[in-house]
């Protein structure tokens, strides 16, 4: 998943545009996008968008964003959409592995209740919306079958610590967000699921998505939330292996199959060895989900 877009769970609209958005995933949101008197009313609309998606031959793979474990909506929420078979659940203000146990047993639940397969609907955790979740990140590698990513945020984790920012004048972010990020990466890594780069607000501002784009890419994360269809295109793109790399890759892994014996070798006068191969790998599977390979 490349681009995971978000779109208020009560806006029938956003609903029908974000279907043409071309988005390898919509994030269908009951939680901070939905007004508290609105929660019942986007529970049923976000239940019909999935069937209605669903039904389409080619179609995003779907994400309900639910309230968090503690807010009392939750329930609801499962109760709800789990029927209609989303394929993963995405858990805000996740405080850990445990958390996300929690959710896979409640998840188990209603898989049971409503005949659908077991352990289907995967779990998509935010793993830094407090100041506390970073201190169990590496919770996460091992809690549940279901972790299929791993999100981060700087929005709420701004809020818990009562910060008046979380950039620096230049956009970029301030250091304990920069922390945030690259735990998120690690955990994600550590847990063998895909690193999901944050949201980027300013919708208008493409020469300020790219960039972050271009230094997730770099760093390792293989996607990024987007909260416009504008942002879209550039997300793809960016996240989509080049033809260059593509050929590289089919090199090292070439280079590796015609000597079989060798842990190391020399290739355009550059050293590779075991992490290049898995890295190759990496890259070809990426650029195989993207329809690229
Ligand atoms: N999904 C689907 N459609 C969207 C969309 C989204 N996330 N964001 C905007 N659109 C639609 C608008 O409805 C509008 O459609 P229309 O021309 O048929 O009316 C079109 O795209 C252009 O939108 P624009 O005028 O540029 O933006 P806006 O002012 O209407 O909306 C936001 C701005 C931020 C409110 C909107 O992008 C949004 O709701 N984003 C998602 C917010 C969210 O889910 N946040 C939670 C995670 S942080
Ligand atoms: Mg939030």
Redesign the pocket.
């Known amino acids: 998943m490349r681009s995971l877009?978000?779109?208020?769970g009560d806006?029938e609209?956003?609903?029908a545009?974000?279907l043409g958005?071309r988005a390898d995933a919509l994030?269908l949101?009951l939680?901070?996008?939905v007004s508290s008197d609105k929660k019942e009313g986007a529970r049923k609309t976000v239940r019909s968008a999935i069937h209605e998606v669903r039904q389409k031959k080619t179609r995003p793979r779907i994400f309900v964003?639910v309230n968090p474990l503690d807010s009392g909506l939750l329930e609801g929420d499962l109760d709800e959409v789990a029927p209609a078979r989303p394929d993963g659940i995405m858990l805000p203000k996740a405080r850990g592995g445990q958390d996300v146990m929690q959710l896979s047993t409640k998840l188990a639940v209603r898989e049971a209740e409503n005949d659908l397969p077991d352990g289907e609907i995967a779990i998509l955790p935010i793993a830094t919306e407090s100041a506390a979740a970073l201190f169990n990140m590496g919770s996460y590698a091992g809690a549940s079958r279901r972790l299929c990513a791993l999100t981060w945020g700087a929005?709420d984790l701004s809020a818990d610590v009562g910060a008046s920012t979380n950039r620096l004048t230049d956009g970029t972010y301030a250091d304990p967000y920069r922390l945030a990020r690259a735990l998120a990466l690690f955990a994600a890594t550590a847990a063998e699921v895909a690193p999901i780069d944050t949201?980027f607000?300013n919708?208008r501002d493409m020469a300020g998505l790219e960039f972050e784009c271009a230094a997730a890419r770099r760093d390792g994360f293989t996607g990024k939330?987007?909260?416009?269809?504008?942002q879209v295109a550039t997300i793809n793109e960016a996240f989509t292996p080049s033809a260059e790399a593509i050929a590289r890759a089919r090199a090292i892994i070439a280079a590796f199959a015609a000597n079989p014996g060798a842990g190391v070798l020399g290739l355009d006068g550059e050293m590779i060895d075991r992490p290049h191969i898995k890295r190759a790998q990496r890259l070809l599977e990426a650029a195989k989900a993207a329809g690229v390979e």
């Open positions: 877009l978000f779109v208020p806006s609209r956003k609903l545009k974000a958005s994030i949101d939680e901070d996008s964003r929005e949201v607000v919708f939330l987007a909260i416009h269809p504008d």
